[in-house]
């Protein structure tokens, strides 16, 4: 892929040896159990509704909206802190300004495809990130091949981790978000919706790290550091998160760095202009309290905690290859993070 055009996503490749296995996922919604962890819990007072909701065949910007009609406010008015899937049974927090007036009791609001567990008020308004990560319970059903090298990479992965790349999901359907990034930082195009435009930048920045962390595989250095790594507060090292500044990795590690944004240079020039500060990432994602069992021959079920902006997909591809039915591909969620 040049930096010309981004109409496919590469394959990047993973840290252990292909079990050669592949499985179903998401046959069923309980399938995929996400459980979201909070920063904190509501404190009983405040201008703020918050209310404990589970979810059932509904993304989450579905749920804002009917709970935004419901208590009458604007959209704008509704906060969660993460996106989860739509094909999945999910347990999430939403918030509500609500300063003045009467409380509704939303626990009585009766819909199809989600229920108010608790509500309670809060100081502040839920935003994206106030998560400390998520639980996830995912069954794959129909699993075919070497039961032996499947249990291997799930002992890799339970003890070293996995890759930390962006999930297919950020990328839009053929990574079409990515070639809409390119073409809005290349003046190509004209985005006014700032939520597209917001789209377009992550896409592209994510892109960028995926690329650093391909590379590092692809050089055997995975599980390694590099001379001139920025390391995270657990040890591990980072990779950019393209914006305007200096990059802070040195020595091999900016080299690194340095050349494949020159690969992708109207990416990162264009996002240098767009006001996005450098950031890092850690390159290694790990899955906390993972655990595994065999309920048939044919049926694996997973369930491991990970952080936020961590991707339960970046778990399961170094594991098998999983298929989701066919419904899922017109991408109608967003990615759990």
Not at 183 to 195: D, G, S, T
Not at 293 to 311: D, M
Request: net charge negative.
């Amino acid at each position: 892929m040049t930096d010309a055009q981004y109409t496919t996503l590469p394959q990047w490749p993973n840290a252990y040896p292909a079990s050669g296995a592949s499985a179903t996922l998401k046959l069923l919604n309980e399938d995929f159990i996400v459980t979201e962890l909070p920063l904190q819990l509501p404190s009983g007072e405040g201008e703020h509704i918050w209310l404990d909701i589970e979810k059932n065949g509904a993304n989450t910007a579905f749920v804002a909206q009917q709970l935004a009609k419901a208590a009458s406010v604007q959209e704008w008015d509704v906060g969660y802190a993460g996106l989860k899937d739509r094909y999945a049974i999910t347990r999430q927090w939403f918030s509500i300004y609500l300063p003045k007036g009467e409380t509704p009791d939303l626990t009585q609001l009766q819909h199809p495809e989600f229920k108010v567990l608790n509500q309670s008020r809060h100081v502040k308004k839920l935003r994206p990130g106030d998560l400390q990560g998520n639980r996830f319970r995912i069954v794959l059903r129909d699993v075919t091949g070497d039961r032996d090298a499947i249990e291997a990479n799930l002992e890799a992965v339970a003890s070293r981790g996995v890759p930390n790349y962006f999930g297919a999901q950020r990328f839009g359907r053929d990574g079409g978000n990515v070639e809409q990034g390119r073409a809005m930082l290349a003046r190509e195009i004209r985005v006014r919706n700032p939520k597209k435009k917001g789209i377009y930048l992550s896409a592209a920045r994510s892109f960028v790290f995926n690329e650093v962390l391909a590379l590092r595989i692809q050089q055997g250095l995975w599980g390694k550091s590099l001379p001139g790594d920025v390391m995270d507060e657990a040890g591990r090292p980072t990779g950019p998160l393209w914006g305007r500044g200096r990059v802070t990795a040195t020595d091999q590690a900016q080299a690194l760095e340095n050349g494949v944004a020159e690969r992708h240079a109207t990416l990162c020039d264009g996002m240098e202009h767009a006001g996005l500060d450098q950031e890092r990432r850690a390159l290694v994602a790990s899955p906390a309290d993972m655990s595994w069992e065999w309920p048939q021959a044919n049926q694996l079920v997973l369930t491991f905690s990970l952080p936020a902006g961590n991707y339960a997909t970046s778990v399961l591809n170094e594991i098998l290859r999983a298929t989701e039915p066919e419904r899922h591909t017109e991408n109608e969620s967003a990615a759990v993070e």
